[in-house]
Every structure is written in structure tokens, then in C-alpha cells.
């Protein structure tokens, strides 16, 4: 059965935005990420904390934080790879914080620069922090249905990463099919292992639309329980480490798939749009998401 309420984390800022190769104005950021929160999206990935020589994109994220005008309701997330990055985050008034692990031992050390194992006791320090500080944490886990360097990847790896993440205090994790190499197939059977230990509410899916199977995978998901979807506004995104990944699900398509679905999200699909062509003039790049063009030229 499917589920009939589905909550929506919008990671554009973010996940979309650390890929574009031009400077992005301040301005503009704040721009989107206040439309985003005005078309009624209250789950938003705002910025990154790593760090800014791996990720030039994401180097202002402290005064992406500082600037944005807080809409009562919307949670503002960034990423934390470490403790660093989640004082950073505390000091500008980030609402959660997530980390970040990978599937693939490959993935990890281009990634993060560090083993899978050594990468969970960086986020151990993280996750103490915030329930310290009572910041609630994601875990994300990226390649779970493929990797860019090593090809095939176990979902018993990535069962493990995931209990690891939650024993850590991770309300919730993201499986990212990273490069999008994902298939209805390879989405069943992966969610059938983890679904097998982990309780659906604790599992959200993060889409990449690389082979233009994201919204297949998404609705597989949801058939399997899954009510928590990742998306980028515009399918902004891609990932610096994954060359030739395309960019994520876009938002757009996702609410047109749900509202066709009759299952509730709370957000505006016109007003994402809008948001999505503006980011895209801004970038100067043209809309991937089918959904929006064919709104917006009607
Ligand atoms: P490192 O370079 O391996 O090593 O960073 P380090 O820890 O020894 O630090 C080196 C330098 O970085 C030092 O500065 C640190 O102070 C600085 P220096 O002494 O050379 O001047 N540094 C930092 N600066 C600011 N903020 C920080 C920070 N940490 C260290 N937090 C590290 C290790 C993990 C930080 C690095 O590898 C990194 O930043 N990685 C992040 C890469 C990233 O952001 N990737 C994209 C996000 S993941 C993704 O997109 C996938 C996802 O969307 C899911 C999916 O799509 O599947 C989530
Ligand atoms: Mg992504």
C-alpha cells in the first residue's frame, strides 16, 4: 500500500547548488531557499560545512544561514562531515545537521578522504555533539545502488552503514542512489534487505535521475513504505564526486507523481516551478524537470 502522506526534503540548496561550477551570488541562494519555504516546503537542506577547498560552492554557508529569513515551520539543514562542521553549523543557528556515509569503500576516500570505518568515527563525534546540543541528525548514505568507481554495490554494506548511523542517533536515513544507476529491481531489492531490520518511517530515498529512472525508483519506494523523498528544485545537482551524475530528481516531477497519487505533501508544484525557473535563469541552464516546462508553458 501506499502511503498518504509523504514528506518532502527539498536538498536543492544545497545538493543542487555544490555542483554548479560559476559563482553563485549570496542573493541568489537566499532568493531560492525563500521561495522554496514560500511554495511550502519545510524540509530544507540549506548548506554544507565541509570543507570550502573541496567544495567552493558551499563556502558561504554561514552567511547562507545568518542571511536566510526564517519561515516559522521550515527546518534549515546542513551537512556536517565533522566536528568542525557541526560548530559551524551550531554557530549560525543550523535547525539539523547531517552526515554523511557512503556504500562503497571507493566512494568514501574520494568523498571524505577516509575509510567507511573511519568515516563513522568522525560522525560518533558529530552525533554526540548534537545530542548534546539537542540538534536532531541525519545520516545519509550515498552509491546504495551503485558507485562510480567500483561499479556493483552489496546492499549488506549498506544495511550495516545504516544501523551504524541510527545506533549513532540518526533519526533517519537517506539512501542516495548517488550516480543514478538504480532500477526498479535494484530499488526492490535493496529496500527488501534493509526493510528487513529497519522500519520504513526511519528510510528516505534520494533519487538521482541520471538514467531517467528516478521516478520509477521513487515509486517502487513507495510501494514498499517509503514516505520520505529527497528532491532538488529544478533536478539542480549532480555530485563533485561522481563525474557524469546527473542531477537529482527534481522536485517538480515528484509532486506531479504524488499529486497523481492523491498523496498529501503540503507543497505548492506552481510555486516550486517558479522557483525552479528563476534558479535555472540565474544559472543560465535550461530545466531538466519535465513537469515544471510543461506548467509553465501551458
Ligand atoms: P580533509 O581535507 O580530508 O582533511 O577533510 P582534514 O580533516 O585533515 O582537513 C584539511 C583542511 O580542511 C584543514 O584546513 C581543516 O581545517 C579543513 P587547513 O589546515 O588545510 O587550512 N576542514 C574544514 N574546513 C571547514 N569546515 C570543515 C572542515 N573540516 C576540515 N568542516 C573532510 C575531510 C571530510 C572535511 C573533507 O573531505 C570534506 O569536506 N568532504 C566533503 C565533501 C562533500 O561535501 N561532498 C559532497 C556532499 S556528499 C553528497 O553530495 C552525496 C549526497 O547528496 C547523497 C547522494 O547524492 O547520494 C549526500
Ligand atoms: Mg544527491
Redesign the pocket.
Same mark, same amino acid.
Not at 111 to 114: A, E, G, K, P, V
Given at each position: 500500500v501506499l502511503p498518504s502522506r509523504v514528506s518532502i526534503v527539498e %536538498?536543492g540548496p544545497r545538493?543542487g547548488l555544490?555542483n554548479e561550477p560559476g559563482k553563485i551570488a549570496l542573493a541568489d541562494k537566499l532568493t531560492l531557499i525563500h521561495q522554496l519555504a514560500d511554495a511550502g516546503l519545510t524540509r530544507i537542506e540549506a548548506g !554544507? @560545512? %565541509? $570543507? &570550502?577547498?573541496? %567544495?567552493p560552492q558551499?563556502a558561504d554557508s554561514e552567511a547562507v544561514f545568518t542571511g536566510i529569513n526564517r519561515r516559522p515551520g521550515v527546518r534549515y539543514s546542513a551537512? /556536517? &562531515? $565533522?566536528l568542525?562542521?557541526f560548530e559551524?553549523a551550531r554557530a549560525c543557528g543550523a535547525d539539523e545537521v !547531517?552526515i @554523511?556515509a557512503a556504500a562503497s569503500e571507493a566512494f568514501s576516500q574520494k $568523498?571524505? $578522504?577516509?575509510s567507511i570505518e573511519q568515516s563513522l568515527e568522525?560522525f560518533a563525534e558529530v552525533a554526540r555533539a548534537a545530542r548534546e546540543h539537542q540538534i536532531p541528525l541525519r545520516g545519509?548514505?550515498?552509491? %546504495?545502488l551503485g558507485c562510480p568507481y567500483s561499479g556493483r554495490v552489496e546492499p549488506e554494506l549498506c544495511r550495516d552503514v545504516a544501523q551504524a548511523l541510527l545506533e549513532m542517533g540518526c533519526y533517519e536515513i537517506?539512501l =542516495?542512489? /548517488?550516480i543514478g544507476t538504480g532500477t526498479v529491481a535494484s530499488t526492490h531489492a535493496l529496500l527488501d534487505n534493509l526493510l528487513a531490520d529497519i522500519k520504513a518511517d526511519k528510510l528516505a530515498v534520494?533519487m538521482?535521475d541520471t538514467y531517467g529512472q528516478a521516478l520509477a525508483n521513487i515509486y517502487q519506494s513507495l510501494q514498499m513504505g517509503i514516505a520520505t523523498i529527497d528532491t532538488s528544485v529544478a533536478g539542480l =545537482?549532480g555530485? &563533485?564526486?561522481a563525474r557524469g551524475a546527473s542531477g537529482?530528481v527534481a522536485t517538480e516531477d515528484v509532486l506531479y507523481l504524488l499529486n497523481g497519487l492523491n498523496i498529501a505533501h503540503g507543497v505548492e508544484l506552481d510555486k516550486v516551478a517558479r522557483a525552479g525557473a528563476a534558479i535555472c535563469k540565474t544559472l543560465n541552464k535550461t530545466n531538466p524537470s519535465r513537469a515544471a516546462v510543461a506548467l509553465l508553458n501551458q
Open positions: %536538498v545538493d555544490q !554544507a @560545512f %565541509v $570543507n &570550502p577547498k573541496w %567544495v558551499m551537512l /556536517t &562531515p $565533522n568542525k562542521g559551524r !547531517a @554523511f $568523498n571524505l $578522504n577516509c568522525k545519509y548514505i550515498s552509491c %546504495v537517506s =542516495g542512489d /548517488t534520494h538521482h =545537482g555530485c &563533485p564526486y537529482n
